[in-house]
């Protein structure tokens, strides 16, 4: 995900609609990732989906990369970081293709959500960014909600109901590593370059998980329409990538990052949809209260914006 901001635009013009409308796709796209994972995961190791993942999102964006005349030579002093953003990312997907193989898509989905508290106590603790009390305390009872989905989906499934977090963490260090790139990168060659990297440290795992037959990176052969699940994990990964990296370029984040907790209504309907599940009443809670933190944290986010442009 790309986080490049877009300078202050009258409400509502066409380049914010089209932002919201690109931010709308992401929600409705980005679960397709999920279900392609969990289809493919029953019979797939989950270190050959992942790899799957970023050699198909790397071949379709280079094409892209060549129709839009972007260079692929990359400008000096990114490397290091890109080799570490597709480690973070690599990281983030492995955990959660991990998670859905047993898991509900949108169980797993509300912890992942947690991503943006764990995001703000970074720029807090790592980089000295100004958080109020009222944001940590939001972050604390978001932090509650997941709880609320983790305590059950311990019982029923294990340690694996904690792999989501690792995925929030991974893809917060992801997302600093991504601002980082932006004011330098193309968010089309960035992900070019992310996949491409990503995909030549995966492949050597998966050579060796031939050698010594590790299970979950021990690769099989795909069998008819496993290789369309596999196709899919990229191709969805690629274009709900491309949709927020472009809303976030149209619109102001403060007016699209709001919308993003609609995924999560798209993940319960694409669970119920493809697999049947329906998140109980705790799982219902904690969605609820997650969304309700992230909502006021933007919305703190905000005030704090109009704020420091008034004393400035």
């Not at 019982?155 to 917060?172: C, E, N, R």
């Amino acid at each position: 995900m790309s986080d490049i901001r877009a300078p202050a635009l009258p409400y509502l013009n066409d380049r914010v609609v089209l932002g919201v409308v690109l931010m709308l796709g992401f929600c409705l796209t980005a679960p397709l990732i999920d279900v392609a994972s969990k289809l493919a995961a029953q019979t797939i190791p989950v270190g050959q989906i992942t790899t799957a993942r970023f050699i198909v999102q790397g071949a379709l964006m280079l094409p892209l990369c060549w129709l839009m005349g972007h260079a692929l030579r990359l400008p000096p002093g990114v490397a290091g970081r890109l080799v570490l953003r597709a480690l973070f990312l690599i990281l983030s997907t492995y955990f959660f293709v991990a998670a859905v193989k047993v898991m509900p898509i949108a169980d797993a989905l509300v912890i992942v959500f947690v991503e943006p508290f764990i995001l703000l106590l970074l720029g807090k603790y790592m980089y000295g960014e100004e958080v109020g009390p009222r944001r940590l305390g939001a972050s604390v009872v978001g932090f509650a909600g997941a709880l609320l989905v983790i305590q059950p989906s311990l019982a029923a499934f294990g340690l694996v109901a904690l792999f989501p977090l690792g995925t929030a963490l991974f893809f917060a260090f992801y997302m600093l590593v991504t601002r980082s790139l932006s004011r330098q990168m193309h968010p089309v060659p960035m992900q070019f370059h992310t996949s491409a990297i990503a995909a030549l440290i995966c492949l050597p795992f998966m050579v060796l998980g031939m050698g010594i037959e590790i299970p979950t990176i021990s690769p099989v052969w795909p069998a008819g329409i496993e290789w369309t699940w596999l196709f899919a994990v990229g191709a969805a990964s690629a274009l709900s990538h491309l949709m927020i990296s472009y809303a976030l370029r149209f619109a102001p984040s403060a007016t699209v990052a709001p919308l993003h907790y609609l995924e999560i209504l798209s993940a319960v309907a694409f669970g119920w949809l493809f697999f049947s599940d329906l998140p109980n009443a705790m799982t219902f809670a904690g969605m609820a209260v997650i969304t309700a933190s992230g909502l006021y944290i933007f919305h703190r986010e905000r005030v704090q914006e109009r704020a420091a442009r008034k004393t400035g």
